[in-house]
């Protein structure tokens, strides 16, 4: 797969966003170990996930479990893969997600995301949401802090605006590789932190991009100019959207979902899709 900056390192252009394998009609075992098998056979190097993709109280870390062991079984070197998880986003077992943006929390809850991944440093840590009872930069120097001692190689943002990732950058001294933002055919207005990102050489994450688990089937449906590009091209639409981002700008790098193979196999060759300048202006203005 083409690969995109992260930081530091390269990674694959389209990642794994593991949270359908988690949440609310999650797979079994057996389907989300084939899912994330076929994904790093189709050279995805980077894995989304968050303490808080589980379903109930008991279990926080679900998904980050699952993916170590996915990795741990899978017969190939997974030392290039970047798991990438998240903190300061919760669910406490009732459907609802609640915020914790202290330091002392976000702190905590790197160590239990470091134990549950077995590693010695977590190759991305995102901070999940800002918190409104937490000051911004107090959250965010929880980061800077975990990378300052070594438990984080990585920190990045999510669910930020243009101020917050101006002020994050400052808070980590520079260090800012990733921001994860929602973004997709019908939520647009991402954009200006995308620019940013594209400004600064940041990566920009689109999560839910293909319009979120529910609707991510129905993109063609909704989106007719997808559709009809999809068709001229013989590929599925989800296909198109993500080629569509990864035009935008380098530093995008798209995490779609995926609980079965064939979804993250399709999505994975987004990269060999080439798009015109007119096709994707007319995407653009769809
Ligand atoms: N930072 C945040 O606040 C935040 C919030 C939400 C999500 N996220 C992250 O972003 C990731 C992606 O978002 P998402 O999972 O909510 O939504 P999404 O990527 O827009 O849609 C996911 C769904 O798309 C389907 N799909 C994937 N590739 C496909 C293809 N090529 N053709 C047809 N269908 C395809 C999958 O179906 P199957 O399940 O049938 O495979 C999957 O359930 C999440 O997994 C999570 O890691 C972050």
């Known amino acids: 797969m083409k690969l995109r900056q992260l930081g530091d390192v390269q990674v694959g252009a389209i990642g794994l966003g593991a949270m359908p394998m988690s949440i609310e009609g999650r797979p079994d075992e057996a389907r989300s ?6 994904a790093l056979d189709a050279g995805v190097t980077l894995i ?9 109280a008991g279990e926080v870390g679900h998904n980050e479990s699952l993916i170590a062991k996915c990795l741990a079984s899978y017969g190939g070197d997974t030392s290039h893969v970047i ?31 470091r134990k549950r ?15 409104p009872n937490v000051p911004y ?3 965010v120097g929880a980061l800077r802090d975990l990378l300052d001692e070594g438990k984080i190689l990585r920190a990045g ?10 002020e994050a950058n400052e808070v980590l001294g520079g260090r800012l590789v990733s921001v994860q933002n929602q973004y997709s055919p019908a939520f647009r207005s991402s954009e200006p932190e995308l620019e940013l990102c594209h400004e600064m050489g940041i990566a920009f994450l689109p999560w ?3 319009g979120g688990i529910s609707r991510a089937g129905e993109l063609g449906s909704r989106h007719a100019a997808f559709a009809e590009i999809a068709k001229a091209h013989g590929v599925s639409p989800q296909r198109v959207c993500l080629a569509w981002m990864l035009a935008k700008s380098p530093v995008v790098i798209p995490i779609p979902g995926a609980s079965r193979p064939e979804s993250i196999r399709d999505s994975a060759q987004a990269p060999e899709l080439s798009l015109s300048a007119d096709e994707v202006a007319t995407l653009d203005a769809a």
């Open 157 to 166: 943002i999510s669910n930020a605006t243009v101020a917050q990732i101006r």
């Open 83 to 113: 798991v990438a998880t998240k903190g300061g986003h919760l669910r406490p077992g009732d459907g609802s997600w609640t915020a914790n943006g202290s330091p002392a929390y976000l702190k905590s809850a790197c160590e239990a995301s």
């Open 33 to 38: 170990l084939a899912t994330i098998h076929a």
């Open 137 to 139: 930069a107090e959250s």
């Open 48 to 56: 989304d996930t968050a303490d808080a993709y589980h379903l109930y």
């Open 208 to 210: 839910s991009p293909l």
């Open 117 to 131: 991944l077995g590693v010695e440093a977590i190759g991305l840590y995102q901070f999940h949401r800002p918190d």
